[in-house]
């Protein structure tokens, strides 16, 4: 089976890379594709090294599957070319995924909905997969009218230029291209550009992808996001009313259950999700699970994912595999 990693050296592609061969995703022969200055670099995947190629050249060899994380415009350009060919598309960028007939997909959440006749396939933003994780099985077993969240977001989530930035300017640097403004020892609520209704691109992300995800667009979504000086790993405070009442053990026990989701809910022995422990992990982390007593039915959580993994690369890599198991590619 031949593999397209369609911009194989940024730090998504490079992580999907990582996560195929982790994995053992039974890949024949990898297709690196990249941009002209990358052309003929080398990447290195089970032992083998191959050349970066341009994208004309990876769909002449005709992959089976493309896994995309080269930014809207490239996606909107070259998917469909892919896909001409009979290649399945999974794309992490925003471009395809609030179109009504491309499947937007967390494999634990809605895998299902997924079938052999869908070829161009959307990856959520990193911030709305782990969110969903947590709100699936909840919403499942008590309904969720509203969802109140405010992201604490690493600059991985950028790239690489965000990670360079911080840590020059932790070196003593006051130099800042990537964000208007220094983001070493500061907290920016900002991510992504601003919208005509005063809320971010990325906030409104969360709000409608959530409700494509969970297939109910009754559910309320509100958000704030905020990039933080951390390398890797994404926070949320998330508040969630819902329309019954619950027992705050049988959330943990509900979500304890949930595929993909680890429970670190132990505040008496300092014990809560943080971002340094997620790096490197495809879990979601989910703690600091308590009522809400200002109003009914409504509880607080605190969710931590590696947002280049869980949140990018790794949730690619499931939905390509649940293809492959479906016999599909």
């Given amino acids: 089976m031949k593999v397209a990693v369609v911009g194989a050296t940024g730090l998504v592609g490079s992580t999907m890379l990582r996560i195929l061969e982790e994995r053992n995703f039974p890949a024949t022969e990898l297709i690196p594709v990249a941009s002209e200055r990358s052309i003929g670099h080398k990447v290195v995947f089970k032992g ?18 493309a896994l995309f994380s080269a930014g809207g415009s490239i996606s909107l350009e070259l998917a469909p070319k892919f896909a001409a060919i009979g290649c399945r598309v ?20 809605n895998g299902h909905v997924l079938t052999r006749e869908d070829y161009i396939i959307a ?13 699936a099985p909840i919403h499942r077993n008590y309904g969720i009218k509203r969802v109140v969240v405010s992201t604490y ?16 300017q932790r070196a003593g640097s006051h130099d800042h291209k990537v964000y208007p403004h220094i983001i070493d020892l500061n907290v920016l609520p900002h991510i992504d550009v601003f919208q005509d209704n005063g809320y971010t691109k990325e906030e409104m992300k969360m709000s409608l992808e959530t409700c494509k995800i969970m297939g109910d667009n009754n559910i309320k979504v509100t958000a704030t996001t905020v990039r933080v000086p951390v390398v890797g790993g994404h926070s949320e405070s998330v508040n969630i009313e ?19 989701v680890v429970v670190v809910d132990n505040p008496a022995m300092n014990g809560y999700p943080m971002p340094i422990d997620a790096e490197g ?8 699970i308590r009522r809400d007593y200002s ?15 869980k ?15 479906q016999g599909w590619i």
């Fill in 123 to 135: 990856n959520p933003n990193c911030s709305t997969i782990q969110m969903v994780m947590v709100l």
């Fill in 295 to 309: 109003q009914p039915n409504t509880l607080n959580c605190w969710i931590v994912a590696d947002n280049l993994r």
């Fill in 242 to 260: 819902l329309e019954r009442d619950f027992n705050e053990n049988d959330i943990r026990e509900l979500l304890s259950n949930q595929s993909g």
């Fill in 153 to 168: 977001q690493s600059v991985s989530g950028t790239g690489q230029k965000a990670v360079k930035e911080l840590m020059e």
């Fill in 90 to 109: 999974v794309d992490n960028s925003s471009a395809w995924r609030m179109k009504e007939d491309i499947k937007l997909v967390v494999p634990e959440v």
């Fill in 48 to 65: 083998k090294e191959y050349s970066v190629v341009t994208a004309d050249i990876a769909i002449a060899m005709k992959p089976a599957i």
């Fill in 281 to 288: 992990k495809d879990e979601v982390f989910v703690g600091r």
């Fill in 311 to 325: 949140g990018a690369a790794t949730n690619a890599v499931q939905i390509a595999k649940y293809l492959h198991n």
